[in-house]
Structures are given as structure tokens and as C-alpha cells.
């Protein structure tokens, strides 16, 4: 009997459950009729509202389809909508000072959003004026740089500011090495003539931004408005750039070593003519104006075949002086780590960057055109006391530059203001290619004039060479004081620092006799006429020093009260 009850209680239960599974195949629910839909147009529609943790709406909430870049924000109910596509998608939502959170669809219509506070990221310190603030605190306009986005393959840090600091001008107006390096201005030029740049400090002390080493940097703000730059005066009102170099750590000795090798390419350079085609479209413009051919049928042909190249050569003045490559090449190294007393960072950088000027093999001259750097950056922390410590700093910056000295001494203020190597420029784009040979068959070199009616070539390979050295050394040392004996949350700080600059420029500068040919005599040979006198090798050179003493002194006070925070500062 048991047996036979077991048997037919197995088959009612096999049989409830077919039961089952027909009424769901026959009658679908209607909370998957929508799936369903959705499913044949491979696209969802999810609503819903986003709130903070006290159940308020949060309007401006950015909603991004992960891998995608269609996107939406809350509106002013806090409330969204948004399609994506149907299957396994998923929802990244983040709002300012707010957790981000990353949502799974799970083909979901409605879902509803609550976010969290950040406390990290409002606890989070910025360096501003002459300290530091929590960002919750500040109130000014200040823009913080992730340092991982200044360590690229560029030729200094200021190349890097432009497009990834808001409000931040950049223009860099030469790709020559020694003059490639960017200009840069905070919310545009307020200030017309001298010192319309920003004012850049690094560890609190005045210094150039193409001198350092992005991998040196531990923080980078720039304030940008009033409010945030009130506290350097008039120094501080084209905004201010706050570099804070890293230091020691209480840990073991870490080495960092990089090397990295770039290849810069000439992509975009003007296209001309060659021989045939300049005097084809020179007898055009003749002919429009209503003059006489400017090349008779006897020199198109000469100048079609090559057959007299000294009066009506075909010269390609951009392949003469110009290599369609250059190569920059940096070394860094740097050493971190100490114990509970002392705590140190050191780093060593170099940089050699080569120009695209091409040299000829007859020339006497350096070959070495480029730009070389060298730096190096000594921060040592020591605590003296349990409440003293000791802070000391060394930078060196060392930039060698060689350029042709186009036949000129050398003279910093014209340098600076008229760089001699546009006249390379300026030659090659009006010498035409039938003007004339690199050097006459009778061994002369030619010319229409001086300077840049001179032929590019001639300019780079026989006028000389010029060098010009900067350097720069600056120590500083500095003591903080904690009294918290006194009151609590309350320091004071002093600073000094000697800083020395140096430039020496040399040239040796010279200038061959050169010559023009018109034509042929009787005989065929050239008729040349001088254009330039011969200049023998002469030598000249200007130096220049600048050395700075520099001392401040603060009082700090930062203290919690419960829900309060106060803080001041004293700064001499």
C-alpha cells in the first residue's frame, strides 16, 4: 500500500508541474511584456529620480551609458531618462563632492538613484595661498592638475597646461628647440607690456615652470581669481601657479628610472613649385598683366632639361636645409624614502633635442644644432624635536643651446625680441627655385643681398655657430615651529632662500664673399657680381649674473571646534 501511494503521489506531482509549465508558456505576465517589446527595438528607456541620503532631488547629476558616450543630467525634480541598449548595460552616475556609483540595468525601466557623500573628496587638501584648505573650504577659483597628466613625452610641463586646465591660454609660437617652449596666461591677458604671465611659485618660492621636471611635481593648483590670489597682492593679478615638489617618506629607499625617446615629425610645411612650374606660372602672370613672356621658349627648354643648372638650376630649398625628423631624448632618476628623523628626495634629469636643420657635409662648423637641459632637486626633512622641524632644498637647471650665428655677434636682447634663425625662414620662402645653384661650378656661393636675401644654406653651414648657457642654482632652508603648547593648532614658519641665475652666450661669426651670376660672357663662363664682402671668423660673447636673498615668516592657526573649523594667517 505505501508503495503504491508513493507511486501515484510521484505522478500528481509530475503532472502539477506540466500543468504549470503550460499556463506560463500560454499566458505570459504583463511585467515582461514591456522586455519584450523593448527587446525587438534593442533599446531601453530607464526613468527614475536621483536623490542625496537625506531624500532630497539633486538636479545636474550626470548620468553616462558605461563604454559609450551618450549621456544625460537630472533635471531640476531630480528626475532622468535616459536609452540604453537592451542586455547588459550599465549606468555610471557622478555629481561633484558625491561617491560615483556604477548601476546594473538588468533590463530595468525604472530605477531610482541615491547618492553618498564623499567624505574623502571633502576632506581632500588643496594648496592654495600660502597653505593648504580642505576643498570643501575653499572658496576661491582653483583648479587642482592630476599629476599623471604632466608626465608626457613633451618638451617641458608648460607644453602640457594647454586644454587640460580651465581657464588656462596657451601658445606656443616656434617648434625650434630652445624656442619651442609655451607661453601661458590665467582667464587671458589682463596686463599689456612686462610681466603679463602668471605668477608661478614652486615650494613657495618664485620659479620658472619650464625648469622643472613633471615627475619632481607632488601638487599643481592654479588660482585663477581674485578671491583665491588676494594674498600675493599685485604679483597675483594675472593668477598664480602653486607648485609643491615631492619629499621624503618614512619607508624604504624607492628608485625611480625613466627614459623615454621622442620622434617629432614635420607634418605640416607649405608645398612649392619646382623649376618648371615657377616659370611656367611666372609667364602666366605675365601674360595676365599683359607683359611679355618672362622665359622665351629657348629657356623653358633649358630650364626642362636641366641643362644649365648654374642660371637656371632646380632647387628644393626646404629638403636642402630641413630633415623631416628630430629626436628628443630624457633621462630622469630619482631616490625617495627615510625614517622617523630624516626623510629625503633626490632626482637627476637631463634632455638633448635635436633641431630639423640639416647640415652639409662641407661645412666647418658645429653640426651639434639643438637644445640640451640639465637639473637636479635635493629636498631633505629632519625632525629636530618632536615639535621642530628642519626643511633643506637645492635645484640646479643648466640649458645649453646651439644655433647657427647667421653671421652675427651674439646679443641676448636680440635674441629674445628678433630671433636671427627666422631669416632661415624667411629666405627659403622667397628664394625661388630657379634663383639660384647651392655653389656656382666655378666654386663660388651666391646671393641677392645680405641677410635674408642670403640662401638658407648658406646662412646654416658658413656664418658660424653660436652657444648660449643658463644656469640656475637656488637654496633654500626652512623651520617650523609647533606651539601647541601655547594653544592648540597653532605654527609658525620661516623661510630663506639664495638664488642665483647666470647666462653666457658666445659666437663665432663669419661670412663668406658671395656672388650673384645674370648671365654668361662670350665665352660661357659666368659673369658674377659680389654681394656680400668676405668676414673673417670673429668672436664675441656677453654674460650676465642675478642673485636674490629671500626670507618670510608666517603665523598659522587651524583649529576644530565640534562642527567648526577656524583658521588665520599672519605672513611677512
Known sequence: YNTVMKKYGFLTLILCLFCLGEAAVASPGKADAAPAAQAQSSKLTVKGFVKDDKGDPMIGVTLIVKGTNFGTVSNADGSYSIDVPYGGATLMVSYIGYAPQEINVNNRTKIDITLLEDSKALEEVVVVGMGTQRKVSVTGAVAVVDTKDLELPAT?????????????????????????????????????????????????????????????????????????????????????????????????????????????????????????????????????????????????DIIRYGLDPDLYPDIDWQDVILNPTSFQHTQYVSAQGGGSVARYFASLGMSQESSAYKTLDDSKYSKGVGY????????????????????????????????????????????????????????????????????????????????????????????????????????????????????????????????????????????????????????????????VTEQSVQYNSEAWNWRKLYFDAKVNYDRTFGNHRVGGLLFY
Do not use: C
Open 372 to 531: 640640451d637641459t640639465y637639473n637636479f632637486r635635493t629636498n631633505i626633512d629632519i625632525n629636530l624635536t618632536k615639535t621642530t622641524q628642519v626643511y633643506l632644498g637645492a635645484t640646479g637647471f643648466m640649458s645649453v643651446s646651439k644655433r647657427p650665428s647667421m653671421g652675427k655677434p651674439y646679443s641676448r636682447a636680440e635674441s629674445i625680441q628678433t630671433p636671427l634663425t627666422n631669416w632661415l625662414w624667411d629666405s627659403q620662402a622667397k628664394t625661388t627655385p630657379l634663383m639660384y645653384p647651392l655653389r656656382y661650378s666655378s666654386g663660388e656661393l651666391p646671393a641677392s643681398g645680405s641677410d635674408s636675401d642670403i640662401p638658407p644654406h648658406v646662412l646654416l653651414n658658413y656664418t658660424g655657430n653660436t652657444v648660449e648657457n643658463q644656469s640656475r642654482t637656488l637654496f633654500n632652508i626652512g623651520v617650523k615651529q609647533d606651539l601647541n603648547m601655547i594653544t592648540e593648532g597653532l605654527s609658525v614658519q620661516a623661510t630663506g632662500s639664495w638664488d642665483s641665475q647666470t647666462l653666457f652666450g658666445e659666437s663665432r661669426y663669419s661670412m663668406p664673399a658671395l656672388y650673384l651670376a645674370r648671365e654668361r660672357n662670350q665665352n660661357g663662363e659666368l659673369m658674377l657680381s659680389q654681394q
Open 156 to 300: 617641458n610641463i608648460v607644453n602640457t597646461l594647454g586644454g587640460r586646465v580651465p581657464g588656462v591660454i596657451s601658445v606656443q609660437s616656434s617648434g625650434e628647440p630652445g624656442r619651442n617652449i609655451s607661453e601661458f596666461w590665467v582667464r587671458g591677458i589682463g596686463t599689456f607690456g612686462a610681466n603679463s604671465g602668471a605668477l608661478v611659485l614652486i615650494d613657495g618660492l618664485e620659479g620658472n615652470l619650464s625648469q622643472i621636471d613633471p615627475a619632481d611635481v607632488e601638487s599643481f593648483s592654479v588660482l585663477k581669481d581674485a578671491a583665491a590670489t588676494a594674498v600675493y597682492g599685485s604679483r597675483g593679478a594675472n593668477g598664480v601657479v602653486l607648485v609643491t615638489t615631492k619629499r621624503g617618506k618614512e619607508e624604504q629607499l624607492k628608485i625611480t628610472f625613466r627614459s623615454n625617446y621622442t620622434i617629432s615629425e614635420l607634418r605640416r610645411l607649405p608645398k612649392y613649385v619646382n623649376a618648371i612650374q615657377y616659370a611656367e606660372m611666372a609667364n602666366e602672370a605675365a601674360a595676365a598683366d599683359g607683359l611679355s613672356p618672362i622665359y622665351d621658349n629657348t629657356q623653358m
